[in-house]
């Protein structure tokens, strides 16, 4: 079985699992696992805004598909190995029976990919932002959320200066983090609205459901389990499931806390639109020492910085201006002013006069408009 992007789909494929609407709000099963596609039924995935298919791979190299199957440049190889690696996580996560361990052949196929994660890269400095863009694409499942949670902690790693064994370890264990979902009514985890006090205890208890998987299988260390079992803590000690406070937690933890809520807040679900780059980071970053570690926050703040020097943005007295320097805080960088009020430079978090004004977006306008 291989996972295909719907848009390079062709008749004669083979659907290696039901399709269904992707909202659990309008939830039913559009074709059965088996039939064969024919160009009507993908003009109707398309049209249903489903993004991409479960393909029987057996005899997939009989049909002409040299862009699904056989990747010719670098970017379709790595595109190749993200489609590898979604097809692989979505066997480990999706199992008919509850998961007890992980089996050596699963074990390994995780050790892969994260082995792909860190090496693409380090060889590549835009290959995480290209992917996620991607990723985003796919429909969401919990695996899915995994890959993205485990692609931003490397980036994360590298700008804390971590080992090349400490960020594998990330790796692995954000790959891993959500396993214990796995186990849970699946109704729950697709509920589009706010949880019963039940639902959410149940949900509470994937942490300590997944690292019983990971310490079951005996073959991962302390260090990958504890990011499994803590990645629900909170810095106030609020969080679950034990209510460790500040340190206490284990970095790798802690890491994966920061990746987890931005990639969540930012992921479309059935009962709210995605947030923004921007205003989901400026939230993590408002619940520094409470719910997040401030230095993970700001590591996380320099590897995906929402508006790199050169941007265009938007400021929240009305004026635009072109991004020249970073500050600590990347979310209050300094800004030159351009349009009608061109050549003044305003640095948003050392020069007090400018404390009151915000970024509040991308400008998209003609920026020579006088």
């Known amino acids: ?62 049909v002409d598909t040299p862009d699904n199957v056989r990747p010719e440049s670098e970017e379709d190889r790595r595109s190749e190995r993200i489609t590898r690696a979604l097809t692989d996580l979505d066997e480990i996560f999706d199992c008919s029976e509850e998961i007890k ?34 990723l985003q694409n796919y429909d969401d499942y919990t695996y899915k959320h995994c890959l993205r949670v485990s692609m931003m902690a490397a980036s994360v790693c590298s700008e804390m200066g971590l080992s090349v064994d400490e960020t594998k370890e990330v790796v692995v264990s954000g790959l891993l983090h ?5 186990n849970i009514d699946h109704d729950i985890i697709i509920k589009p609205g706010k949880l019963t006090d039940e639902e959410f205890a149940e949900i509470k208890r994937h942490p300590l459901i997944g690292y019983n998987i990971l310490k079951n299988s005996g073959e991962y260390n302390s260090n990958i389990m504890s990011g ?22 284990p970095l790798i933890a802690r ?38 570690d401030y230095e993970v926050t700001k590591a996380f703040l320099r590897a995906f910085n929402p508006y790199p020097i050169g941007t265009m943005v938007q400021l929240s007295d009305g004026r635009h201006g072109a991004v020249i320097r970073h500050n600590e805080n990347v979310l209050r960088p300094v800004v030159r002013i351009m349009g009608k009020f061109a050549g003044e430079e305003l640095d948003l978090m050392n020069d007090f006069r400018f404390l009151t004004i915000s970024v509040t977006g991308l400008y998209n306008g003609d920026v020579f408009e006088q």
């Open 101 to 134: 361990e992980l089996s050596q052949a699963a074990v390994q196929k995780v050790d892969n990919i994260a082995d792909d994660i860190m090496n693409d890269i380090a060889n590549d400095s835009s290959f995480l932002g290209n992917q996620m863009i991607a």
């Open 1 to 62: 079985m291989i996972i295909v992007n719907v848009e390079k789909l062709r008749e004669g494929m083979q659907l290696a699992d039901n399709v269904s609407t992707t909202t659990a709000r309008e939830y039913k099963v559009l074709f059965k696992k088996g039939i064969f596609l024919s160009s009507h039924m993908i003009n109707m995935l398309k049209e249903k805004g489903i993004k991409s298919v479960k393909i029987v791979s057996d005899g997939i190299d009989d």
């Open 255 to 292: 890491i994966l806390a920061v990746c987890d809520v931005f990639d969540a807040l930012t992921s479309n679900r059935p009962y709210r639109k995605p947030w923004s780059v921007a205003e989901t980071e400026e939230y993590i970053l408002g619940g520094c020492d409470q719910h997040f």
């Open 178 to 182: 959500d396993i214990g979902k796995s």
């Open 228 to 249: 499994v079992l803590f990645h629900q803590e909170k810095y106030d000690g609020s969080g679950y499931p034990t209510g460790l406070t500040g340190d206490n937690i």
